[in-house]
Structures are given as structure tokens and as C-alpha cells.
T-cell receptor
Framework: GAVVSQHPSRVICKSGTSVKIECRSL??????MFWYRQFPKQSLMLMAT?????????EQGVEKDKFLINHASLTLSTLTVTSAHPEDSSFYIC????????????FGPGTRLTVT | LAKTTQPISMDSYEGQEVNITCSHN???????ITWYQQFPSQGPRFIIQ???TKVTNEVASLFIPADRKSSTLSLPRVSLSDTAVYYC????????????FGDGTTLTVKP
């Protein structure tokens, strides 16, 4: 099956610093990737939709200047949390759709971000 | 986007069949129904997808009535390792379509 990887799997940073999370589709090309955030005991919340070669579309309430998304190629999307604060601590998950169409999303393993 | 409603939690015992129902009253004509499984601190894993009637694969069955306003995920003979959160998503079957996760159902399988 299609595989999506994320790096790093876990990161701890200090307040005020920026953190970049990578999402890669390993064996397929993904024209669309999604970024989610999940707090403990809660569901996944869609943050933004990332399309290769164009600007990301952010969901209402998500600050685009704080969560920078770049979809530079058909296999890589990055999420940069700028000037991170403790309230940004969360589980960040990306997903990708294969270019052949379909509603099936392939999810990455997630990245645990802790801001101290 | 179609809103989904699922039971918050369900308990079962090993070897039993488990049926989880999801309500999606405002599903659109082009929407597909997809179910995912998530373990703690992991990304969701695709289980099954369908549009109407019944779909079956090696791990589950999906039953969708004619009005498509609900769907039922059926897990045959569950084991302890099936303890997880199960989400049903409703969305269009295109690359541009996005789906919103509902609250999910926490299934606990007991020995």
C-alpha cells in the first residue's frame, strides 16, 4: 500500500523557536496533502490543504503566518511552526492522496511537538 | 462538508462481531464514506470505503442503506488489538475534496 512518512517523529523545542516537519509520500505522487493537528483525547482537526506548486488553503482560525506550508514537489510537503509557544504543543499528522483520484487518504505516523 | 455522528464509545469481547454506525444525514450525491482506525500516537489507517450498498474487504464490511444517511462498519471476530478509535469520514471522491473528522468511536475489546 501507499506509504507516507513524517520527520521528525518527535521534537522538543523552546518557546520562540521555529520547527519544520516534513511529510513525504514514499511510493506515489501526491498532488494534494493535508495537515492535521490532534490534541490529547480529541479528534483530528484539519489545518490546511497543501497543493503542489500553489499556495496552501488554510481552514478558518488557522494562522497562515504561524503555520507555514510548502508543497515543493509531488512527494514532499513541509509544515513550519514559527515562533512556537507551549499552546502549539500537539500531535501533527499529514496525509496524502494519490494522483490517480479517490477519497482515500494515506496518513503519516504523526509528529509529536512539545514546546517548553 | 457532511457532518458525521458516531457513538462516543463501545465495548466488546474477543471473538464477537462489532458494528459501529455513523450518521451522516446531509451527505451529498458525490460523497463517499470512508472509515479509518487510529491507535494512540499514530496516524489513522484506512479500513474501508464505499458509496452504496455493501463493501467487503479482508478486514471489515461496510453497509450503506439506500438513502445513504448512515453507514455501519462491521468488524468480524474482534481481538484485543482492535482496541482503537474508529472514524467515519464523508467527502467527495476527488483529489481536491477534503473530509472532516468527527469525534470518532473508541472501541474497547475485552478478553
Amino acid at each position: 500500500g501507499a506509504v507516507v512518512s513524517q520527520h521528525p517523529s518527535r521534537v522538543i523545542c523552546k518557546s520562540g523557536t521555529s520547527v519544520k516537519i516534513e511529510c513525504r509520500s514514499l511510493d506515489f505522487q501526491a498532488t494534494t496533502m493535508f495537515w492535521y493537528r490532534q490534541f490529547p483525547k480529541q479528534s483530528l482537526m484539519l489545518m490546511a490543504t497543501s497543493n503542489e506548486g500553489s499556495k496552501a488553503t488554510y481552514e478558518q482560525g488557522v494562522e497562515k503566518d504561524k503555520f507555514l506550508i510548502n508543497h515543493a514537489s509531488l512527494t514532499l510537503s513541509t509544515l513550519t511552526v514559527t515562533s512556537a509557544h507551549p499552546e502549539d504543543s500537539s500531535f501533527y499528522i499529514c496525509s496524502a492522496r494519490a494522483g490517480t483520484g479517490g477519497n482515500e487518504q494515506y496518513f503519516g505516523p504523526g509528529t509529536r511537538l512539545t514546546v517548553t | 462538508l457532511a457532518k458525521t455522528t458516531q457513538p462516543i464509545s463501545m465495548d466488546s469481547y474477543e471473538g464477537q462481531e462489532v458494528n459501529i454506525t455513523c450518521s451522516h444525514n446531509n451527505i451529498a450525491t458525490n460523497d463517499y464514506i470512508t472509515w479509518y482506525q487510529q491507535f494512540p500516537s499514530q496516524g489513522p489507517r484506512f479500513i474501508i470505503q464505499g458509496y452504496k450498498t455493501k463493501v467487503t474487504n479482508e478486514v471489515a464490511s461496510l453497509f450503506i442503506p439506500a438513502d445513504r444517511k448512515s453507514s455501519t462498519l462491521s468488524l468480524p471476530r474482534v481481538s484485543l488489538s482492535d482496541t482503537a478509535v474508529y472514524y467515519c469520514l464523508v467527502g467527495v471522491n476527488t483529489n481536491a475534496g477534503k473530509s472532516t473528522f468527527g469525534d470518532g468511536t473508541t472501541l474497547t475489546v475485552k478478553p
